[in-house]
Protein backbone atom coordinates (compact mmCIF):
# COMPACT_ATOMS: atom_id res chain seq x y z
CA UNK A 1 0.00 0.00 0.00
CA UNK A 2 0.92 3.43 -0.82
CA UNK A 3 0.59 6.73 0.59
CA UNK A 4 -2.19 7.75 -1.36
CA UNK A 5 -4.20 4.62 -0.82
CA UNK A 6 -3.33 4.40 2.54
CA UNK A 7 -5.12 8.59 2.89
CA UNK A 8 -8.23 7.54 0.84
CA UNK A 9 -8.84 4.62 3.59
CA UNK A 10 -8.20 7.04 6.48
CA UNK A 11 -10.62 9.64 5.00
CA UNK A 12 -13.18 6.68 4.50
CA UNK A 13 -13.38 5.45 7.78
CA UNK A 14 -10.30 6.00 9.87
CA UNK A 15 -11.39 3.44 12.82
CA UNK A 16 -11.30 0.91 10.66
CA UNK A 17 -8.19 0.95 8.45
CA UNK A 18 -7.13 -2.41 7.43
CA UNK A 19 -3.71 -4.40 8.67
CA UNK A 20 -1.71 -3.36 5.56
CA UNK A 21 -2.86 0.62 6.09
CA UNK A 22 -1.13 -0.18 9.57
CA UNK A 23 2.04 -1.56 8.41
CA UNK A 24 2.19 0.88 6.04
CA UNK A 25 1.58 3.86 8.70
CA UNK A 26 4.13 2.15 10.96
CA UNK A 27 6.89 2.48 8.46
CA UNK A 28 5.44 5.94 7.41
CA UNK A 29 6.18 8.87 9.45
CA UNK A 30 3.94 11.28 7.60
CA UNK A 31 1.16 8.59 7.05
CA UNK A 32 1.01 8.11 10.94
CA UNK A 33 0.86 11.29 11.47
CA UNK A 34 -2.32 11.54 9.51
CA UNK A 35 -3.62 9.17 10.66
CA UNK A 36 -3.41 9.90 14.16
CA UNK A 37 -5.09 13.61 13.50
CA UNK A 38 -7.55 11.70 11.11
CA UNK A 39 -8.82 10.02 14.61
CA UNK A 40 -8.27 12.80 16.98
CA UNK A 41 -10.73 14.68 14.97
CA UNK A 42 -13.27 11.82 14.61
CA UNK A 43 -12.94 11.15 18.35
CA UNK A 44 -14.31 15.37 18.89
CA UNK A 45 -16.84 15.00 16.52
CA UNK A 46 -18.21 11.84 18.36
CA UNK A 47 -17.76 14.00 21.47
CA UNK A 48 -19.89 16.70 19.97
CA UNK A 49 -22.23 14.90 19.15
CA UNK A 50 -23.26 12.96 22.44
CA UNK A 51 -25.93 15.33 23.54
CA UNK A 52 -28.17 14.42 26.39
CA UNK A 53 -31.80 13.82 24.81
CA UNK A 54 -34.26 16.32 26.35
CA UNK A 55 -36.84 14.60 28.53
CA UNK A 56 -40.24 14.15 26.86
CA UNK A 57 -38.17 14.69 23.52
CA UNK A 58 -39.78 11.46 21.71
CA UNK A 59 -43.64 11.91 23.16
CA UNK A 60 -43.57 15.33 21.47
CA UNK A 61 -42.21 14.21 18.18
CA UNK A 62 -44.36 10.99 18.06
CA UNK A 63 -47.29 13.76 18.75
CA UNK A 64 -46.49 15.84 15.77
CA UNK A 65 -45.83 12.91 13.82
CA UNK A 66 -49.10 11.61 14.00
CA UNK A 67 -50.44 15.22 13.88
CA UNK A 68 -48.79 15.42 10.49
CA UNK A 69 -50.68 12.27 9.29
CA UNK A 70 -54.32 12.96 10.26
CA UNK A 71 -54.49 15.56 6.92
CA UNK A 72 -53.13 12.37 4.98
CA UNK A 73 -55.59 10.24 6.31
CA UNK A 74 -58.41 12.23 5.92
CA UNK A 75 -57.44 13.23 2.49
CA UNK A 76 -57.30 9.37 1.82
CA UNK A 77 -60.68 8.29 3.35
CA UNK A 78 -61.65 11.28 1.04
CA UNK A 79 -59.95 9.57 -2.02
CA UNK A 80 -61.85 6.44 -0.99
CA UNK A 81 -65.63 7.84 -0.18
CA UNK A 82 -65.02 9.39 -3.74
CA UNK A 83 -63.98 6.02 -5.64
CA UNK A 84 -66.95 4.26 -3.18
CA UNK A 85 -69.31 6.62 -4.70
CA UNK A 86 -68.06 6.60 -8.54
CA UNK A 87 -68.18 2.72 -8.85
CA UNK A 88 -71.63 2.87 -7.26
CA UNK A 89 -73.15 5.58 -9.62
CA UNK A 90 -71.44 3.42 -12.39
CA UNK A 91 -72.85 0.16 -11.01
CA UNK A 92 -76.36 1.52 -10.12
CA UNK A 93 -76.60 3.76 -13.03
CA UNK A 94 -78.80 2.21 -15.98
CA UNK A 95 -77.18 1.04 -19.25
CA UNK A 96 -77.98 3.20 -21.92
CA UNK A 97 -80.52 1.18 -24.11
CA UNK A 98 -79.55 -0.16 -27.56
CA UNK A 99 -82.49 0.87 -29.50
CA UNK A 100 -82.60 4.47 -27.76
CA UNK A 101 -78.98 4.79 -29.14
CA UNK A 102 -80.02 3.42 -32.59
CA UNK A 103 -82.10 6.77 -32.69
CA UNK A 104 -80.10 9.08 -31.40
CA UNK A 105 -77.50 7.64 -34.20
CA UNK A 106 -80.27 8.03 -36.56
CA UNK A 107 -80.79 11.75 -36.09
CA UNK A 108 -77.11 12.29 -36.16
CA UNK A 109 -76.31 10.48 -39.11
CA UNK A 110 -79.10 9.57 -41.10
CA UNK A 111 -81.70 11.75 -40.46
CA UNK A 112 -80.21 14.36 -43.16
CA UNK A 113 -80.06 12.29 -45.66
CA UNK A 114 -83.42 10.34 -44.92
CA UNK A 115 -85.59 14.28 -44.81
CA UNK A 116 -83.61 15.47 -48.18
CA UNK A 117 -84.12 11.69 -49.95
CA UNK A 118 -87.57 11.74 -49.03
CA UNK A 119 -90.82 12.38 -51.30
CA UNK A 120 -93.43 14.37 -50.11
CA UNK A 121 -95.20 12.05 -47.52
CA UNK A 122 -98.80 12.32 -46.19
CA UNK A 123 -99.71 13.69 -43.04
CA UNK A 124 -102.71 11.20 -42.85
CA UNK A 125 -101.05 8.37 -42.68
CA UNK A 126 -99.00 9.55 -40.05
CA UNK A 127 -101.88 10.44 -37.71
CA UNK A 128 -103.73 6.87 -38.68
CA UNK A 129 -100.75 4.83 -38.18
CA UNK A 130 -100.38 7.07 -34.82
CA UNK A 131 -104.16 6.04 -33.67
CA UNK A 132 -103.38 2.73 -34.62
CA UNK A 133 -100.49 2.52 -32.06
CA UNK A 134 -103.49 4.15 -29.65
CA UNK A 135 -101.52 7.43 -29.51
CA UNK A 136 -102.85 11.00 -29.55
CA UNK A 137 -101.34 13.86 -31.82
CA UNK A 138 -102.90 17.05 -30.20
CA UNK A 139 -102.42 20.85 -31.10
CA UNK A 140 -100.36 21.29 -27.95
CA UNK A 141 -97.57 19.11 -29.09
CA UNK A 142 -97.03 21.52 -31.89
CA UNK A 143 -96.04 21.43 -35.97
CA UNK A 144 -95.75 17.64 -36.82
CA UNK A 145 -94.11 16.98 -40.07
CA UNK A 146 -93.89 13.73 -41.63
CA UNK A 147 -90.76 13.21 -43.19
CA UNK A 148 -90.80 9.19 -44.45
CA UNK A 149 -91.52 5.30 -43.59
CA UNK A 150 -88.12 4.63 -42.68
CA UNK A 151 -85.96 1.19 -42.23
CA UNK A 152 -85.27 1.94 -38.88
CA UNK A 153 -82.69 -0.63 -36.93
CA UNK A 154 -86.04 -1.81 -34.70
CA UNK A 155 -87.83 -2.40 -37.84
CA UNK A 156 -89.75 -0.31 -39.94
CA UNK A 157 -90.35 3.49 -38.31
CA UNK A 158 -92.91 6.12 -39.57
CA UNK A 159 -90.25 8.93 -39.41
CA UNK A 160 -91.74 12.70 -38.19
CA UNK A 161 -90.37 15.99 -36.85
CA UNK A 162 -91.87 17.52 -34.46
CA UNK A 163 -91.45 22.09 -33.75
CA UNK A 164 -92.58 22.20 -29.80
CA UNK A 165 -91.94 25.22 -27.25
CA UNK A 166 -89.10 23.06 -25.87
CA UNK A 167 -87.27 22.41 -29.26
CA UNK A 168 -87.52 20.15 -31.93
CA UNK A 169 -88.45 16.73 -31.69
CA UNK A 170 -87.82 13.96 -33.34
CA UNK A 171 -90.00 11.08 -33.92
CA UNK A 172 -89.81 7.35 -35.26
CA UNK A 173 -93.61 5.49 -34.97
CA UNK A 174 -92.61 1.63 -35.56
CA UNK A 175 -95.90 -0.22 -34.89
CA UNK A 176 -94.36 -3.63 -35.29
CA UNK A 177 -91.88 -3.41 -32.29
CA UNK A 178 -93.56 -4.62 -28.79
CA UNK A 179 -92.03 -3.25 -26.23
CA UNK A 180 -91.89 -3.84 -22.04
CA UNK A 181 -90.68 -1.18 -20.48
CA UNK A 182 -89.99 2.61 -21.09
CA UNK A 183 -86.06 2.38 -21.75
CA UNK A 184 -83.25 5.57 -22.42
CA UNK A 185 -79.87 6.67 -23.54
CA UNK A 186 -77.78 9.62 -24.00
CA UNK A 187 -75.28 10.55 -26.73
CA UNK A 188 -73.55 13.28 -28.59
CA UNK A 189 -75.49 15.84 -26.96
CA UNK A 190 -78.96 14.57 -27.20
CA UNK A 191 -81.31 12.07 -25.16
CA UNK A 192 -83.59 9.68 -26.61
CA UNK A 193 -86.69 7.76 -24.76
CA UNK A 194 -88.40 4.45 -26.14
CA UNK A 195 -91.33 3.71 -24.84
CA UNK A 196 -94.15 1.52 -25.19
CA UNK A 197 -97.27 2.03 -27.20
CA UNK A 198 -101.01 0.21 -26.85
CA UNK A 199 -99.32 -1.30 -30.24
CA UNK A 200 -95.50 -1.00 -30.95
CA UNK A 201 -93.50 1.45 -29.80
CA UNK A 202 -92.25 4.92 -29.85
CA UNK A 203 -88.68 6.76 -29.92
CA UNK A 204 -88.51 10.40 -29.27
CA UNK A 205 -84.76 12.05 -29.53
CA UNK A 206 -84.65 15.58 -28.42
CA UNK A 207 -82.19 17.65 -26.60
CA UNK A 208 -83.57 17.79 -23.02
CA UNK A 209 -85.29 14.99 -21.39
CA UNK A 210 -88.16 17.94 -20.71
CA UNK A 211 -88.48 17.78 -23.98
CA UNK A 212 -88.61 14.10 -24.24
CA UNK A 213 -91.00 14.17 -21.03
CA UNK A 214 -93.39 16.67 -22.94
CA UNK A 215 -93.87 14.86 -26.07
CA UNK A 216 -94.67 11.44 -24.32
CA UNK A 217 -97.29 12.76 -22.38
CA UNK A 218 -99.55 14.45 -25.22
CA UNK A 219 -98.53 11.27 -27.19
CA UNK A 220 -100.08 8.96 -24.85
CA UNK A 221 -102.85 11.81 -23.57
CA UNK A 222 -105.63 9.33 -25.66
Known amino acids: MNCLELRRAVLADPRRVDTQAMQHAEQCAGCMEFLGQALQSEAKLASALRVAVPEGLRARLLDRTAASRRPV ?43 ADAKPADPAVFARVAREMGLSLPEQLGEVNYICFYPFAAGAAHHALVKTPLGKVTLLLI ?26 AIVIIGESGRSIGRVETLLKSI
Not at 84 to 107: W, Y
Not at 176 to 199: D, N, Q
Open 73 to 115: RWLALAASLLVAAAIAFFIGSPKPDPLALAGINFVVFEEAQAI
Open 175 to 200: PERPLAARAIAAAYGLEAAIVPAAVG
